[in-house]
């Protein structure tokens, strides 16, 4: 095995290791497996490249990237290695070509895509030449835990054994037979992943190298706007209008070019890209465009032909582009693992960089859309199932028969294959699988919508947003905040406004406080309801209870409990030691981000305020039980009388408090839960009478 340290320095041009390089490196020249973990842009990379040099042997690499392939492919070629690809997009003859080479010993590199595994006997004309190692890139994708699983990459497992040449001879001393190391590569993968890909791969004996998920260059931003304050505020921050307000973007990150701006459909990509043009040199990437099409704005964007690329998800994946300063989301992504990995793109050369994040509530709505689309309901997915049980039948003619499109069909198969609810023969057709597949089906689905919880708990987090995503991938370090983000620098925000609270806000917060003096540990829910729900709206008190939180006053967690069969999740605050000892008497140093809220008019302050006092009211007093019993009986002659049942009049809410807090007139009515201006036009009178006798 030849020296690293000169395999690193002649054959790839570099004086030294990365952090962590090295140690990656050696594990995988000396024949053992490894599990890589490393950030976008840590060179994982050259982790199995010069491995693969230093074994002497070629490298079969296997990505489900065609543009990583394109890219990596065309880099090793510049540096006078024997590379080439085997995908979708390359022509017929060259990949016959490439497979000849292959068993001819004429190529350093081989990187083929995960569906080549399926086709009748490829898998066995590349074991006619057992490779130096085996590299499997975007590990995660074989997870079905992970954000970007590929049913194809789940066929590893069983192909890595004929892979790997392990019948092939003994080792010199007979322990166990000569086998080509496998190196799993990926930048996003959670502690179960992890694991997931470990199995999977069956790495037993391999090394798990995970290291910093931290990127210490990187500002990130998150800030709430409606869908259509978007696209202007794209524009703005791109043009350079922003970059000359330094109190804002600060010394670091005055120029927001090179950027890549990501958006959730293809419409979006179009009009977006189209409005950046007027001033800004900018071209769209998504899979609608023709291969051509695609290529011209990646090889645009890579050569500094165009400052900006407007792309959905199917961009950015293994490109390198060192110099990319600004990441921007129109949209809340999906996953945190994705959203973490998008933006990696930014700042690989080390210089500070910056990613923003737009969104809002109603983004989580497209993505409960894609995960039904994606996975359907177990109902269907048996429906599947049940006509597969007639037996074998082609791709086509399943589809006529259950009127689906092929997009659609082809998800659901791959998702019934990847838990043996279908099987794949080598001749196209298809048939049902085995029976115990719903479970796992199921954990599945309800594993995606985990996901979606947890980048929404992101997006509404007060602490450090670097922490955020450390914490999510099981990256301790030494957990020291980033001091770059919008929860630890706000004033430094480039769209994220900063301000100082109003009187009433400064009411609030003290508010907030005195109760946590008083009651420490409360489900912010119920802190909301029980004493500021009539002065303001819930996303104004989460917003000023985030301030408490950047402030270091208070700490929030989430916490549990089990309803119906269902596991509802919500949040708790606490004071910290800080909060303890400042107590209600704020000084004036809360900064809050945003716009101040619309003020009330007076008549609708008078109401609130009304309300609030009448349920705080609520709270204490205990009902009459003989008055209840008379509101019952009235609430049942009602009933009887519409022909409804009895909650349909009012419920037992609605009856304690009415016997509680005795209303006297219309207007406090209207104070009572499950009272509106239906229910008061329909019974008002009658209950006053009531009431009053």
Same mark, same amino acid.
């Given at each position: 095995m030849a020296d690293l340290d000169s395999i690193l320095r002649e054959r790839f041009g570099f004086d030294s290791f990365r952090p962590h390089q090295r140690e990656a490196c050696e594990t995988v020249a000396s024949g053992r497996d490894c599990l890589l973990v490393m950030p976008t842009g840590a060179g994982k990379s050259l982790c199995y490249q010069l491995p693969a040099v230093a074994r002497g042997g070629s490298a079969l690499v296997i990505s489900p990237l065609i543009s990583l392939m394109e890219d990596q492919a065309g880099k090793l070629i510049e540096q006078g290695f024997s590379a080439a690809r085997i995908h979708s997009g390359r022509p017929r003859e060259e990949s016959r070509q490439a497979c000849f080479d292959w068993a001819e010993g004429k190529l350093d590199f081989l990187f083929i895509a995960p569906e080549r595994l399926r086709v009748p006997g490829f898998v066995e004309w590349l074991a006619k030449r057992t490779p130096g190692l085996i590299a499997v890139d975007e590990a995660h994708c074989i997870s079905q835990w992970g954000h970007d699983?590929?049913?194809?990459?789940?066929?590893?497992?069983?192909?890595? /054994? $004929? !892979?790997? @040449? &392990?019948?092939?001879?003994?080792?010199?001393?007979?322990?166990?037979?000569?086998?080509? +190391?496998?190196? %799993?590569?990926?930048?996003?993968?959670?502690?179960?992943?992890?694991?997931?890909?470990?199995?999977?791969?069956?790495?037993?004996?391999?090394?798990?190298?995970?290291?910093?998920?931290?990127?210490?260059?990187?500002?990130?931003?998150?800030?709430?706007?409606?869908?259509?304050?978007?696209?202007?505020?794209?524009? /703005? $921050? !791109?043009? @350079? &209008?922003?970059?000359?307000?330094?109190?804002?973007?600060?010394?670091?990150?005055?120029? +927001?070019?090179? %950027?890549?701006?990501?958006?959730?459909?293809?419409?979006?990509?179009?009009?977006?890209?189209?409005?950046?043009?007027?001033?800004v040199p900018c071209m769209p990437y998504h899979a609608g465009l023709t291969a051509a099409e695609r290529d011209k704005a990646q090889a645009a964007f890579l050569a500094g032909d165009v400052s900006v690329i407007v792309a959905t998800i199917a961009f950015g994946m293994g490109i390198d582009k060192h110099n990319v300063r600004t990441v921007i989301h129109t949209a809340l992504p999906a996953?945190?693992?994705?959203?973490?990995?998008?933006?990696?793109?930014?700042?690989?050369?080390?210089?500070?960089?910056?990613?923003?994040?737009?969104?809002?509530?109603?983004?989580?709505?497209?993505?409960?859309?894609?995960?039904?689309?994606?996975?359907?309901?177990?109902?269907?997915?048996?429906?599947?199932?049940?006509?597969l049980g007639r037996g074998s039948i082609d791709f086509e003619s399943l589809a006529n028969e259950l009127e689906l499109k092929p997009e659609v069909l082809s998800g659901r198969l791959d998702k019934l294959a990847a838990q043996g609810g279908a099987v794949l023969d080598a001749d196209g057709f298809i048939s049902q699988g085995g029976e115990d597949w719903i479970e796992p089906y199921e954990n599945q689905r309800a594993h995606k919508e985990d996901q979606l919880d947890r980048i929404l708990n992101f997006a509404q987090g007060n602490t450090c947003r670097m922490l955020a995503l450390l914490n999510h991938f099981g990256d301790r370090d030494d957990m020291t905040p980033c001091g770059k983000c919008d929860v630890c620098a706000p004033q430094r925000c480039v769209l994220k406004t900063t301000r100082e609270p109003d009187a009433q806000e400064m009411t609030v917060l003290a508010g907030i406080m005195e109760r946590l003096l008083q009651r420490d540990n409360q489900s912010t829910g119920k802190l909301y309801r029980d004493n500021f729900e009539g002065a303001m709206k819930r996303g104004e008190f989460e917003d000023l209870l985030g301030a408490l939180e950047q402030n270091g006053l208070v700490y929030t967690m989430q916490d549990e409990f089990e309803k119906d069969g269902r596991v509802i999740q919500f949040k708790r605050v606490s004071l910290t030691d800080a909060g303890r000892e400042t107590g209600n008497?704020?000084?004036?140093?809360?900064?809050?981000?945003?716009?101040?809220?619309?003020?009330?008019?007076?008549?609708?302050?008078?109401?609130?305020a009304a309300k609030s006092a009448f349920k705080k009211a609520e709270a204490k007093a205990e009902p009459d039980p003989e008055l209840v019993k008379t509101l019952k009986s009235w609430r049942l002659e009602q009933a009887k009388s519409e022909g409804v049942q009895a909650y349909r009049v009012f419920g037992n809410r609605t009856l304690n408090a009415l016997a509680a807090n005795k209303p006297k007139t219309r207007d406090e009515l209207l104070d009572v839960p499950g009272i509106g201006p239906a229910k008061l036009e329909a019974y008002g009178d009658s209950i006053l009478e009531l009431l009053q006798g």
């Open positions: 699983f590929r049913p194809d990459y789940r066929l590893l497992g069983q192909r890595l /054994e $004929l !892979l790997r @040449g &392990a019948e092939r001879g003994q080792a010199p001393d007979g322990a166990r037979p000569l086998s080509a +190391p496998v190196i %799993a590569l990926t930048a996003t993968a959670t502690p179960m992943v992890q694991q997931d890909i470990v199995n999977q791969l069956q790495l037993v004996d391999g090394r798990k190298l995970i290291h910093g998920f931290r990127r210490t260059n990187l500002a990130i931003e998150l800030v709430e706007l409606k869908p259509s304050q978007r696209a202007d505020a794209v524009c /703005e $921050l !791109l043009d @350079g &209008a922003r970059a000359s307000r330094p109190h804002e973007s600060g010394p670091e990150v005055r120029d +927001p070019l090179p %950027a890549i701006v990501y958006v959730p459909s293809r419409k979006e990509c179009e009009a977006l890209a189209q409005q950046i043009a007027e001033n996953t945190v693992e994705g959203y973490y990995q998008e933006i990696g793109r930014a700042g690989r050369d080390g210089k500070p960089s910056r990613a923003i994040l737009m969104w809002g509530w109603n983004d989580r709505r497209l993505h409960e859309w894609f995960l039904d689309r994606d996975y359907p309901p177990v109902n269907e997915m048996r429906a599947l199932w049940n006509t008497q704020l000084d004036g140093a809360i900064v809050l981000t945003g716009a101040a809220p619309k003020k009330k008019s007076t008549k609708q302050a008078k109401q609130a």
